[in-house]
């Protein structure tokens, strides 16, 4: 079955401190993979993306991602957080073919910055 | 100048009403997609329209019917209203022939009472 598991429901960070959220997938063939962020009160945003090549992608804002296919893996990280990086963070996957397909969601990550 | 546009923003209505959201892309976009956004922040899928032609269709009830007039709407109309329809609706367009990221509307906050 298609899936995606974002272990960690809520994480609490002080500023400054290194950010790590899990992402691990389970989808049949080649995956596009994504990480979306959603400010409070705001519609989901593209933080970034991995289709092929160079497996570690940066994304906006400092954020990067690493794909590790041999553990279905695309973590986000982040070596710095500020208070402005509260918010939702979604990490999805989808099939790599020519047709529309539908993206499959993580459940979220909240994570919260103490000033 | 937004790229996915939705109305309402808000919607708070009584349960058994009748109530249609719409969305609209200037992206260009082929696809568009509804998503509901439950309390806890859970995002599924709802439909898929590929030029205007039904191509995602999850198990979602018959009270919630999709049309899409052209490929750069996609308009949400839901029967009979319940409780646990109270959510957070978004609409999202992609590029068909491409990488699939992607655009999300502002979302339509449902609320039923």
């Known amino acids: 079955a298609q899936s995606v598991s974002q272990h960690n429901h809520h994480v609490i960070l002080s500023e400054a401190a290194s950010l790590e959220l899990g992402c691990n997938y389970s989808?049949?063939?080649?995956?596009?993979l994504f990480w979306y962020v959603q400010y409070p009160g705001q519609h989901l945003q593209l933080l970034l993306k991995?289709?092929?090549?160079?497996?570690l992608v940066k994304g906006i804002k400092g954020f990067e991602a690493e794909f590790i296919k041999s553990k279905f893996s695309f973590n986000l990280r982040k070596p710095s957080v500020q208070w402005s990086d509260t918010a939702e963070y979604f990490c999805?996957?989808?099939?790599?073919?020519?047709?529309?397909?539908?993206?499959?969601f993580g459940s979220g990550t909240r994570l919260s910055i103490r000033p | 100048d937004t790229a996915v546009s939705q109305t309402p923003k808000y919607l708070v209505t009584q349960m058994g009403n009748d109530k249609s959201i719409k969305c609209e892309q200037n992206?260009?976009?082929?696809?568009m997609y509804w998503y509901k956004q439950d309390s806890k922040k859970f995002l599924k899928i709802m439909f898929s329209?590929?030029?205007?032609?039904?191509?995602i269709n999850e198990t979602v009830p018959n009270r919630f019917s999709p049309k899409s007039p052209d490929k750069a709407h996609l308009n949400l109309h839901i029967n009979s209203l319940e409780l646990g329809d109270s959510a957070v609706y978004f609409c999202?367009?992609?590029?068909?022939?491409?990488?699939?990221?992607?655009?999300f509307g502002p979302g339509t906050r449902l609320t039923v009472l």
């Open positions: 999202a367009s992609s590029q068909s022939s491409g990488l699939n990221e992607q655009f």
């Open positions: 989808y049949g063939g080649t995956v596009n």
């Open positions: 991995y289709f092929s090549g160079d497996p």
């Open positions: 999805a996957v989808n099939g790599r073919r020519s047709s529309a397909s539908k993206i499959i």
């Open positions: 992206l260009g976009h082929d696809t």
């Open positions: 329209y590929n030029n205007k032609e039904l191509i």
